[in-house]
């Protein structure tokens, strides 16, 4: 019997082509199967009856959507570590990073972005790099920005929260300076070197969609992404990387990546390629029109101008100049290094709010979120210890305004779509409710753990009471 392609299939064909039109990957045979025994799972899983509906909603909807976000995580790969290829981290750390640190030494100020950032390790050790670099780092302006198109790889690179895995090949050393030990085996990042990062989606394939800082940027990492796209793709991102590189920038590839046609110069070094983005041709000034006048004195290249200086400039003379500029011009000053301030540390605040809470505390519990929302307002798990505090207390609408900042912060949640969903309910909200209970069952579509099954059973059986009543009422 002759087996039949996924891209020849009627609706797994459209299913291919979506993903690979809007995203500019080229799926391999393996990927388009993984895709294609997808499709029926999660037409059942985001509540539509037949495949047509729900490709006729995806094609409508946002990078962020769930139903987008479970479409990309069948196929895509998130495999990172920090130091991965020790070659390509010698290389950044002595010849890329050195030179780029050498032309901001007078306004200190630097700009990375991690174009693929996946789950932000690569980002987080160019920034581990730059603080062994850079011994006054604190007194300089740096911004660390990490891209991918995977909500939940953005998510965890926000948080910081790792697992052995991901330090397989950090030294114990290295890992007592970098990172914190918590529960599980779980290692935190310590927040020197998360200061100055920031994550976001964002689909380099999509021409519509500019670079986070168009001209700014002294560093672009962007390694083993083009090899997965086609060329027009790629074309898309050779342009908006170019147009993203502030004068004299480099776009560090992979060595397996395609070298970019023109507008770079290219070197390879030991594990990477590096780009370094060629000047615009200077503009030739218009040639004047209005007549010139001359002047008297030559104006050939030959002839130099020549002071001399006059009789009886001795040694006193120039000793008086020497002192009488000093008054004039005073000595600039060092500035003034003022001590570290001691460093607040969001996790163990975070534990001992839920300490507080769990006392029955919600007063100091909630004083203790607020501090830790303004140090790291970008941290989901406090807006949803607060939502929680708020629904206990009644509060409804503050605590629906929470678990929406969770969602959009983490937008892979499940638990904050599923209490975010419940409430609505609670509230009389059906329309909204069911939108955040069917966003809740396709986060939970694929993970086989107890608490994934327990989310999924929850969202899926107050799905059907709340449709239930919205169609009696």
Same mark, same amino acid.
């Given at each position: 019997?002759?087996?039949?392609?996924?891209?020849?299939?009627?609706?797994?064909?459209?299913?291919?082509?979506?993903?690979?039109?809007?995203?500019?990957?080229?799926?391999? %045979?393996?990927?388009?199967q993984e895709?294609? %025994?997808s499709?029926?799972?999660?037409?059942?899983?985001?509540? @539509?009856?037949?495949?047509?509906?729900?490709l006729?909603?995806?094609?409508?909807?946002?990078?962020d959507?769930?139903?987008v976000q479970?479409?990309?995580?069948?196929?895509?790969?998130?495999?990172t570590? @920090?130091?991965r290829d020790?070659?390509?981290v010698?290389?950044?750390?002595?010849?890329?990073?050195?030179?780029?640190?050498?032309?901001?030494?007078?306004?200190?100020?630097?700009?990375?972005w991690?174009a693929?950032c996946?789950?932000? %390790?690569?980002l987080?050790?160019?920034?581990?790099?730059? +603080?062994?670099l850079?011994?006054?780092?604190d007194?300089?302006?740096?911004?660390?920005?990490?891209?991918?198109?995977?909500a939940?790889?953005?998510a965890r690179? +926000?948080?910081?929260h790792?697992?052995q895995?991901? /330090?397989?090949?950090?030294p114990?050393e290295?890992?007592?300076?970098?990172?914190d030990s918590?529960?599980?085996g779980?290692?935190v990042?310590?927040?020197?070197?998360t200061?100055?990062?920031s994550f976001?989606l964002?689909?380099?394939?999509?021409?519509?969609?500019?670079?986070?800082?168009?001209?700014k940027?002294? #560093?672009?990492?962007?390694?083993?992404?083009?090899?997965?796209?086609h060329?027009?793709?790629?074309?898309v991102?050779?342009?908006?990387?170019?147009?993203?590189?502030?004068?004299?920038?480099v776009?560090?590839?992979?060595?397996?990546?395609?070298?970019?046609?023109?507008g770079?110069?290219?070197?390879v070094?030991?594990?990477?390629?590096?780009h370094v983005?060629?000047?615009?041709?200077?503009?030739?000034?218009?040639?004047?029109?209005?007549p010139?006048?001359r002047?008297s004195v030559s104006?050939?290249?030959?002839q130099?101008?020549?002071?001399?200086?006059?009789?009886?400039?001795g040694?006193?003379?120039?000793?008086?100049?020497?002192a009488?500029?000093?008054?004039?011009?005073?000595?600039a000053?060092?500035?003034?290094?003022?001590?570290?301030?001691?460093?607040?540390?969001?996790?163990?605040a975070?534990?001992?709010?839920?300490? #507080?809470?769990d006392k029955g505390?919600?007063?100091?519990?909630?004083e203790?979120?607020?501090?830790?929302?303004e140090?790291?307002?970008?941290?989901p798990?406090?807006?949803?210890?607060?939502?929680?505090?708020?629904?206990?207390?009644?509060?409804f609408?503050?605590?629906?305004t929470?678990?929406?900042?969770v969602?959009y912060l983490?937008p892979?949640h499940?638990?904050?779509?599923?209490?975010?969903? /419940?409430? /609505?309910?609670r509230? +009389?909200q059906?329309?909204?409710?069911?939108?955040?209970?069917?966003?809740?069952?396709?986060?939970?579509y694929?993970?086989?753990?107890?608490?994934?099954g327990?989310? +999924?059973?929850?969202?899926?059986?107050q799905?059907?009471?709340? /449709?239930?009543?919205?169609?009696h009422?």
């Amino acid at each position: 019997m002759t087996m039949v392609s996924p891209l020849e299939l009627g609706p797994h064909r459209e299913l291919c082509e979506l993903f690979e039109r809007r995203l500019g990957h080229v799926l391999s %045979e393996r990927g388009a199967q993984e895709l294609t %025994e997808s499709l029926h799972r999660l037409t059942k899983s985001c509540g @539509f009856e037949t495949t047509g509906q729900y490709l006729a909603l995806l094609r409508t909807l946002p990078l962020d959507a769930p139903m987008v976000q479970a479409l990309l995580q069948t196929v895509t790969n998130n495999e990172t570590y @920090f130091f991965r290829d020790l070659s390509s981290v010698a290389s950044l750390k002595a010849h890329i990073l050195p030179s780029m640190i050498e032309r901001a030494l007078e306004t200190r100020t630097l700009r990375v972005w991690s174009a693929g950032c996946s789950t932000g %390790e690569e980002l987080y050790t160019i920034s581990i790099l730059l +603080r062994e670099l850079i011994p006054d780092i604190d007194y300089w302006n740096i911004a660390l920005i990490g891209t991918d198109i995977d909500a939940a790889a953005i998510a965890r690179a +926000r948080r910081g929260h790792y697992k052995q895995w991901s /330090l397989r090949v950090t030294p114990d050393e290295e890992r007592k300076l970098y990172f914190d030990s918590i529960d599980n085996g779980t290692f935190v990042l310590r927040r020197r070197f998360t200061r100055g990062a920031s994550f976001s989606l964002h689909n380099l394939a999509d021409p519509g969609q500019a670079a986070p800082s168009p001209g700014k940027f002294d #560093l672009i990492l962007c390694r083993n992404v083009t090899i997965y796209m086609h060329a027009e793709a790629r074309a898309v991102l050779a342009q908006k990387l170019t147009l993203a590189l502030a004068a004299g920038g480099v776009w560090v590839s992979g060595p397996s990546d395609p070298v970019p046609a023109h507008g770079f110069t290219t070197r390879v070094l030991p594990g990477l390629l590096e780009h370094v983005v060629l000047p615009e041709p200077a503009v030739k000034p218009p040639v004047a029109t209005e007549p010139q006048v001359r002047s008297s004195v030559s104006s050939s290249v030959d002839q130099q101008p020549t002071w001399r200086p006059p009789a009886g400039w001795g040694t006193g003379a120039r000793t008086q100049a020497t002192a009488l500029l000093h008054t004039l011009v005073p000595k600039a000053q060092p500035p003034r290094i003022e001590p570290p301030a001691q460093q607040f540390e969001p996790v163990a605040a975070l534990a001992a709010a839920r300490s #507080l809470a769990d006392k029955g505390d919600s007063q100091r519990a909630l004083e203790v979120i607020g501090k830790v929302i303004e140090e790291n307002p970008l941290e989901p798990e406090a807006y949803l210890l607060r939502a929680l505090l708020f629904e206990s207390a009644g509060s409804f609408h503050e605590a629906c305004t929470d678990l929406r900042r969770v969602t959009y912060l983490d937008p892979s949640h499940g638990e904050a779509y599923l209490r975010l969903g /419940l409430l /609505l309910a609670r509230t +009389r909200q059906p329309e909204a409710a069911v939108k955040a209970l069917r966003n809740a069952l396709v986060l939970g579509y694929g993970d086989e753990t107890l608490e994934a099954g327990d989310l +999924r059973r929850t969202a899926a059986l107050q799905l059907m009471r709340t /449709l239930r009543g919205k169609n009696h009422g």
